[in-house]
């Protein structure tokens, strides 16, 4: 990224918190947050960017069957959930069902 990124433009990095899909975790078997996440994210930016700010950005969702499952369908679990077990367990949650987003965006700017 410090190769393609203009010397005076902005990354940022959309990071899921702890309390990200949360309610959705353990019901569902889904793959939890990393909690050195952060810590990762530093490492591996830190010698090319400088990290210019953070933003918190939380909302509860009212989500469907459907929309949940697309929702898992498209981030890490679905690489570690069985679609059927997905389903069964999916049909003990209320539809709709409130889901939390949280994730943190930071801003990072190439160092010289």
Known sequence: MARVLAPDGTL??????PAHLA????VLG?????ESK???LTSTLGSHFARESDVLVEHVMT????????LVAMGPSA???????????????PDPTPVTLSTTISTW???P
């Open 12 to 17: 940022l990095v959309v990071t899921p918190n």
């Open 23 to 26: 309610e959705l975790i353990d």
């Open 30 to 34: 889904l793959v939890k947050v990393d």
């Open 38 to 40: 952060d810590v990762r």
């Open 63 to 70: 989500l469907s069957h459907a929309s949940i499952h697309h």
């Open 79 to 93: 690489w570690h959930t069985n679609p059927q077990s997905l389903t069964e367990r999916l049909a003990h949650l």
């Open 109 to 111: 700017t190439p160092t």
